[in-house]
């Protein structure tokens, strides 16, 4: 009687919780008890990882609670993978973790003199956040090359899911025409069209390296759906960059093979031009090629200069830069490295470039390996962190926290630390001979039978 009661109290309580949360988000607080068991249990970091940059893609949605949602979660997994993380410490590449530990203190001592302290205070909480889920959790001695391998084509699975979505929302839906269909869902399709740069160059890379297997269609496929999609929201930064690191891995990769299938994907995506023109309105492609906006990115860079120039050693704290941006003229400055200028002086910035350089560095001797596998990983990273590098100069994605390119960029840096640490397999020799001791003479052989002890005399 006594258990009965229990029970029965238990699903009373479980049913006034439900009834609080509805039914929706009772099961989707379910799922995330089951995800987080699947992570801790099996100390699944890369999976943490995957769903920060899969939240990271949504949170530029149009629907403000999909939004929160988005955002809350992706905080939610970054934290589980830090926690996964110091469940199994291994240091990444010394110096490459010393510069972020460097930048990570800029951030915090920032939040001092900021304008913003909430702002501040969520970018240092990032920065103290990515130091071990992105550094540590890809660098213990339980990863190996292979597995990170594995953890790059999940993320080309990811950009095959967004072309899905891409496919859906401009192709079938039925809201509207055009970019009409493609903004019903998303805030911003610019904002958009880059996150799906970032995941679109793992899907290129898997192309080029012959990693895709049985799944080499569902891939091209989804890879000319993608560039589709940013040519018609004209994200001029996103493909001029994806443009660049594809030349990076085409310098390592030169099969006819690759060439071929690169070549008709361009031709298919210019012969689906005058399509992508219909769906957007020539409006709108007019109105984008025409200015190219220079001049007012031109405007933002100089306010930029000029007032981060006032504090150019220790800049003017966390967020600064957004906070001023959106007070003055309501956007951001378009450029990361100016932006963490303002934020950071001349210090903060020094750090940060030294990061990138050195992650590259370690990138392309990881790309020159004879290992094929290191080499694989290698080119990946090289031409990712030149993505996103590239990106930072027109863009501000690089210096926020809840950016797509962001997300991308450490989790370069924290494969980039963990490859370090695997040391390279050297090639075996297919034959190799052992020499023989010569033979030994009868007379010098031991007779048959107990040796002599040691110290008697010999016979």
Not at 24 to 31: K, N, P
Request: proline letters at 6%; charged letters at 10%; hydrophobic letters at 55%.
């Amino acid at each position: 009687m006594l258990v009965l009661a229990q029970f029965k109290t238990i699903s009373k309580i479980f049913e006034r919780f439900g009834e609080a949360l509805g039914p929706g988000m009772f099961a989707g607080m379910l799922v995330l008890l089951g995800i987080t068991f699947f992570i801790l249990a099996g100390r699944r970091t890369h999976v943490a990882l995957l769903c920060v940059l899969c939240l990271a893609l949504l949170t530029v949605a149009q629907n403000e609670a999909i939004a929160s949602l988005a955002q809350l979660g992706r905080w939610y997994f970054l934290a589980l993978a830090a926690v996964v993380a110091l469940m199994r410490p291994g240091p990444g590449r010394p110096l490459l973790v010393a510069l972020l530990v460097i930048y990570a203190l800029f951030n915090l001592v920032g939040v001092v003199y900021t304008p913003d302290f909430e702002s501040g205070l969520v970018r240092a909480i990032f920065y103290v956040l990515a130091i071990p889920a992105f550094l540590l959790s890809l660098g213990p001695p339980a990863h190996t090359i292979e597995s990170q391998l594995r953890f790059v084509r999940l993320l080309g699975l990811v950009g095959v899911v967004l072309a899905l979505l891409h496919a859906y929302f401009v192709g079938l839906a039925p809201q509207g025409r055009g970019i009409q269909r493609f903004a019903s869902f998303y805030e911003s399709s610019q904002l958009m069209s880059l996150g799906t740069a970032t995941v679109t160059l793992p899907m290129i890379w898997v192309l080029l390296s012959k990693r895709a297997g049985r799944l080499f269609l569902p891939f091209l496929v989804a890879t000319l759906v993608n560039l589709t999609v940013m040519i018609a929201s004209t994200q001029r930064a996103g493909l001029f960059s994806l443009a660049g690191a594809t030349a990076i891995l085409l310098v390592f990769y030169r099969a006819r093979g690759a060439l071929i299938a690169l070549a008709g994907g361009t031709a298919f995506v210019l012969i689906a031009w005058p399509i992508v023109t219909f769906l957007v309105s020539e409006e709108f492609l007019m109105q984008r090629f025409g200015s190219f906006e220079a001049k007012g990115r031109a405007y933002y860079w100089q306010i930029a200069v000029e007032e981060g120039s006032k504090s150019p050693i220790i800049g003017h704290g966390s967020g600064a830069a957004t906070d001023y941006a959106r007070k003055h003229f309501g956007k951001k400055f378009h450029q990361a490295y100016l932006a963490i200028f303002y934020d950071f002086g001349l210090l903060g910035l020094s750090a940060f470039i030294a990061m990138i350089v050195v992650a590259m560095v370690y990138a392309f001797r990881l790309a020159r390996s004879r290992d094929p596998d290191r080499k694989a990983l290698g080119v990946f990273l090289l031409a990712s962190l030149a993505q996103v590098a590239a990106q930072g100069l027109v863009e501000t994605g690089l210096a926020d926290t809840a950016n797509q390119t962001a997300t991308l960029f450490y989790l370069s840096l924290g494969l980039v630390a963990g490859a370090m640490r695997v040391p390279e397999r050297r090639a075996q020799p297919r034959y190799v001979f052992i020499p023989q001791p010569p033979p030994v003479p009868p007379h010098r052989q031991h007779p048959p039978g107990p040796l002599p002890a040691i110290g008697s005399p010999p016979k």
